[in-house]
Structure formats: C-alpha cells, structure tokens
T-cell receptor, first 111, second 115 residues
C-alpha cells in the first residue's frame, strides 16, 4: 500500500543554517506529493506540492523536487529563520484523493 | 488565515461522557474530513464527507460517530471513549470532493484528553 517515511525529529538548527528534511514514499504509480507545515497551536497548511516527476515545488524559500528514481521528495531551505520552527509533514495523494501523511518532523530554529 | 474553525479547542472528558466536536468551514467547499493526530504517529484519516454523504470510513470504532448536516458543518460525536483516544482531532475541507485532489484546508484542531 501507499506510505510515507520521513526523518525522525526533532531537528534543531541555528538561524541561517541549511535545512534538509528527508522524505521517501511507497506508492503505485506516480502520486502527487506535498509538504505541509503545522505551526504551534495551528492546523496544517500546505507549504508546497509537486504533481509529477522532476517537478520542483517551492514556497517561502523552501523547495522540494519530485524524484521518481529514488522515490523521494526531500524538503530543503538554504537559510532557516526562527519563524520556521514548526512541524513539517510529507504527504502523498492516495488513489481516492485522500492524503497519506508521514509522522512529521519537528524543527526548532535557535537565534 | 484558515477558513476552517473548530470548537472546542480543548476538551477533557471521562470515559462515560458523551461530547461532540464541531467543525465549520467558510470557504464554500463541498468535502470535509476528520483526521486523528496522535503523538509519534502519522495523521490518520477517519472520515470523509463529499456533498454531505460519507464516502470513506477507515475502520473507525463505532464510539466515534460523524455527522454532516450541510456542506459547511461537520460534527464528530464521541461516546464511551478510551484513554488511547486522546489525540488532536483535525478537521479539513476541500473543493471538488475526495475523488479529485484539491488542496485541503485544515482547522486548528481539538485537543482531546480522555481520563
């Protein structure tokens, strides 16, 4: 069945450090892939998405590239800020349109 | 700013209580979802409603009972819960129903604690 595996957290970085959060998936075919972010006390918000192989999603300085060869969709940002502290969820779209999420990775950015 | 609201934000209940969670969306969407977010586990899809009809029920115990009276409101009725049901319950909505992907917008969640 479909599943998403993302790196265990928490991840703690200093401001302006480079961020990578790994995400790999198992699925039939080539599903759409997503990164959601959950800020403290809030619901999930769509951060970026990619709908086909080699697509790059980007938003707010974050990027992720859909790699079908490695079934990966790693999240990257060149210079994190304290305001990026949140929980990040990788997800794929299942065959019925539902979202299948990873466990989430908590990011803490220190000034 | 989310157009999906959930009440209450926090709920503590005993195992014999009956309570309800409420979700309301102001986005004109026609599909609504309940998810369960437990510590150290992936978000679990519980129920999907499209055009006010339930289209998916992921083997959720009967002590959870959803209700969708119209396309803007979704309830989750709770009774005889167990401590392991303690979690964050998230509501989401989307346009176009679950059969086609459109972005899901999430509410802030209800933090439920079962004593």
């Amino acid at each position: 069945g479909n599943s998403v595996t993302q790196m265990e957290g928490p991840v703690t970085l200093s401001e302006e450090a480079f961020l990578t959060i790994n995400c790999t998936y198992t699925a039939t075919g080539y599903p759409s892939l997503f990164w959601y972010v959950q800020y403290p006390g809030e619901g999930l918000q769509l951060l970026l998405k990619a709908t086909k192989a080699d697509d790059k999603g980007s938003n707010k300085g974050f990027e992720a590239t859909y790699r079908k060869e490695t079934t990966s969709f790693h999240l990257e940002k060149g210079s994190v800020q304290v305001s990026d502290s949140a929980v990040y969820f990788c997800a794929l779209r299942g065959s019925q349109g539902n979202l299948i999420f990873g466990k989430g990775t908590k990011l803490s950015v220190k000034p | 700013e989310t157009g999906v609201t959930q009440t209450p934000r926090h709920l503590v209940m005993g195992m014999t209580n009956k309570k309800s969670l409420k979700c309301e969306q102001h986005l004109g969407h026609n599909a609504m979802y309940w998810y369960k977010q437990s510590a150290k586990k992936p978000l679990e899809l519980m129920f999907v409603y499209s055009l006010e009809e339930r289209v998916e029920n992921n083997s959720v115990p009967s002590r959870f009972s959803p209700e969708c009276p119209n396309s803007s409101h979704l309830f989750l009725h709770l009774h005889t819960l167990q401590p392991e049901d303690s979690a964050l319950y998230l509501c989401a909505s989307s346009l176009g129903g679950s059969g086609s992907y459109n972005e899901q917008f999430f509410g802030p969640g209800t933090r439920l604690t079962v004593l």
